[in-house]
């Protein structure tokens, strides 16, 4: 192995050993006490340090890198305090993740350091976000993302270099082909012969370096990193490597022919960058040892103090309140009493447009929002007031967008996701409920992303355009959900949700758009999230709903006035407002709740299921549900009707009076 010294101090060569043969001697501790059953599991990255440590160190230390499993020497160069590494590991309060998750699936913006979660490709697009929130702010970063070869077979990869490559984004992807995803050989995971092919095909620069050659890593990211802090571009760096272990520990390595352990074992990267030193007379043997002791010392000591962190006693209250930052959401009213006519699709850009003046770090994203105005015109003359890079065209790649959401919260900024339709959704929904959901919960850091979902039918769109898939997010704990049903909730609602620092998924009925038009404040104001709104007091029957189910509930009441039904709009879906249930359930004793979506697995049925449970002796009658049919939503306009709850809504109240 030749190694290139190029103008590198000896101190600096020296550092550079140091820094590769602290994660070295860790691992080997890591593997004694997985052996001992002092940590659960272990990814070791033996014979991967160089690239670790070789891009770590060649960065400034408040750019970002977003390193993976086998990436300890990330970690360490950052100087991230042994005791805490370790607590980490354990499981331990002082660990980065107060034990909520293990090994390196953490966060630190004090280190600047953003880890992965177990899904690999979607720290890619996060990667993508902090470069993009770099760019917009003046910032000269770099910023670096690891991919294993075999995550890059992930849709997020193609995502994130594509958006990377068409924003001009200063990202760093750093490649490890170490040859095999787990046990999955290259050959298995892809045709071409390097990464280094993939470059052109996406516009942007890539080059090989040898990846058990620290020297080589270094220079090449920092020539890179260089690079881009004058001229932001994405540019792709293959290190070709090899790992020396299982994919984890437990999975061994029978599946390698042992004639490639043979051969790179001979390229180690840290006892060939050790011959080197001592070849070239940098440092010494006696040198050498006395670091190895002070190192196993210092790996010592901080086991020590890590076995020392002692779990307090468990508050669930607390485990629960740090699903997000703490926000509390008021009503805000508008400065004037000037009001006008708006529909519901006005009033929703008219609340954006206003954030938009409030929040000077706010951006929206999406397909077709940016010249075109949207597909539903929400943003229409938008660019002409705030600018492309305030309001940007995405390529088609939800899942790269919503996490660039995340990357530009690591960042402070706010950002505004626009699905085309509710139901594409789903390309990105991984970001939402492992990324977005679970951010602040895992390591503190806030996701401050609304993601905007056309949703409903009633338009003869079909089962891709239609569907009401709020229930989706019911059950992802770290999520807040919204459903307008009128204007003026439209636009105080997403207005709220802008300000909240948390994800929110704010969901708007396309067939309210422009059939539905009230007087509402011209000014800013906000509707409380987690409120709902009594629409109309009764005694008789409660109806619980939201959303375009609201007013099918009113054409039910008008149909049989001399019922005196209690209409709740619920409009904020998580956290749902019990407090407001619960006094009309106590009060009128017979409940209906409804939702647009299909009834099996809906809203209704948690909703139901607490009534149940807390109101049960206030009841006298069976808590009764209306939803839409059990299939995927037609196209045909008759059978649309059908498949919607609208008429079933008025027999069951019918019903539920007759109990």
Aim: proline share 5%; aromatic share 10%; glycine share 8%.
């Amino acid at each position: 192995m030749q190694f290139d010294r190029k103008k590198l101090s000896n101190s600096k060569l020296i550092n550079l050993y140091k820094q590769i043969l602290l994660p070295r001697l860790i691992e080997e501790k890591m593997l004694i006490l997985l052996r001992q059953n002092k940590i659960s599991k272990w990814f070791s990255g033996i014979g991967q340090e160089a690239i670790s440590v070789g891009s770590a160190a060649a960065l400034e230390n408040d750019e970002y890198i977003l390193p993976m499993h086998r990436n300890l020497g990330v970690f360490t160069t950052r100087e991230i305090p042994l005791s805490r590494l370790f607590s980490q590991f354990q499981g331990k309060m002082q660990g980065f993740t107060k034990g909520r998750d293990r090994s390196f699936h953490f966060g630190t913006n004090e280190f600047h350091i953003v880890g992965m979660i177990s899904h690999l490709g979607p720290q890619l697009g996060v990667a993508d976000g902090i470069a993009l929130a770099n760019k917009l702010s003046g910032e000269n970063k770099a910023t670096l993302v690891f991919s294993g070869d075999g995550g890059s077979s992930e849709g997020d990869f193609h995502e994130a270099l594509n958006v990377a490559a068409v924003w001009d984004l200063p990202v760093i992807f750093m490649i490890e082909n170490n040859g095999y995803g787990l046990s999955t050989p290259s050959n298995e995971q892809f045709k071409f012969k390097n990464f280094i092919d993939k470059g052109p095909g996406y516009g942007m620069e890539a080059i090989k370096v040898d990846g058990n050659n620290i020297l080589d890593v270094y220079h090449a990211v920092d020539t890179a990193a260089k690079k881009m802090r004058k001229n932001p571009k994405p540019i792709l760096i293959e290190a070709m490597t090899f790992r020396m272990r299982g994919h984890e520990e437990a999975s061994g390595t029978k599946y390698v022919p042992q004639e490639l352990f043979d051969k790179w074992a001979k390229k180690d990267p840290v006892d060939n960058y050790e011959q080197f030193l001592l070849k070239e007379k940098i440092i010494s043997q006696e040198e050498i040892n006395d670091l190895r002791a002070e190192i196993k010392a210092n790996i010592n000591k901080g086991l020590k103090l890590a076995g020392e962190d002692v779990y307090p006693e468990l508050n669930t209250d607390q485990q629960v309140a740090d699903l997000f930052l703490p926000h509390e959401s008021k009503a805000t009213a508008p400065k004037s009493d000037k009001k006008s006519p708006k529909r519901y699709v006005d009033a929703i850009s008219d609340g954006l447009k206003q954030s938009f003046e409030k929040y000077p770090e706010l951006v929206i994203m999406g397909q077709d929002v940016a010249d075109y105005g949207g597909v539903f015109k929400i943003t229409e003359g938008f660019i002409d007031k705030f600018g492309k890079d305030r309001i940007r065209n995405t390529p088609l790649c939800e899942s790269a967008i919503i996490g660039i959401g995340l990357g530009m919260s690591i960042k402070k900024q706010k950002s505004v996701i626009e699905m085309q339709f509710a139901d594409f959704v789903t390309c990105g929904f991984n970001q939402i409920v492992n990324n977005l959901a679970k951010s602040h919960y895992r390591w503190g850091q806030n996701a401050d992303v609304v993601v905007r979902m056309p949703t409903g039918a009633g338009v003869a769109a079909g089962p891709f355009h239609s569907q009401s898939n709020e229930a989706w997010f019911f059950h992802t704990p770290g999520l807040k959900i919204v459903f307008p049903s009128n204007p003026y909730e439209a636009k105080g609602l997403l207005a709220a949700a802008i300000e909240d620092p948390n994800p929110v998924m704010y969901f708007e009925h396309k067939a309210l758009y422009r059939s539905l038009t009230d007087e509402i404040p011209d000014d800013y104001y906000t509707v409380e999230i987690g409120k709902a709104n009594i629409i109309k007091e009764g005694t008789d029957i409660t109806i619980i709903t939201y959303g375009m189910c609201v007013h099918w509930a009113k054409e039910a009441m008008n149909d049989l006035s001399d019922l005196s039904v209690e209409l709740i709009d619920l409009r904020t879906l998580l956290p749902w407002d019990t407090e407001t249930v619960e006094k009309s359930v106590l009060k009128t004793g017979k409940v209906l709740i409804c939702n647009e979506d299909c009834l099996t697995g809906s809203i209704s049925g948690e909703i139901a299921a607490w009534i149940s449970e807390n109101c049960f002796e206030a009841l006298d009658a069976p808590v009764m549900r209306e939803g839409s049919l059990d299939t995927p939503v037609p196209f045909n306009a008759d059978l649309e009707q059908n498949f919607l709850p609208k008429e079933r809504i008025k027999t069951k109240l019918k019903k539920l009076a007759e109990y």
